[in-house]
């Protein structure tokens, strides 16, 4: 993953990480 602004989003209803800049 890229760095940046971190966000959560959920996978598989689980939290993970992902950058804005990944959307």
């Known amino acids: 993953?890229?760095?940046g602004v971190?966000?959560?989003y959920n996978v598989d209803?689980?939290?993970g990480f992902?950058?804005?800049d990944d959307g």
């Open 1 to 3: 993953m890229k760095t």
């Open 6 to 8: 971190v966000r959560f």
């Open 13 to 15: 209803k689980n939290y």
């Open 18 to 20: 992902i950058t804005a």
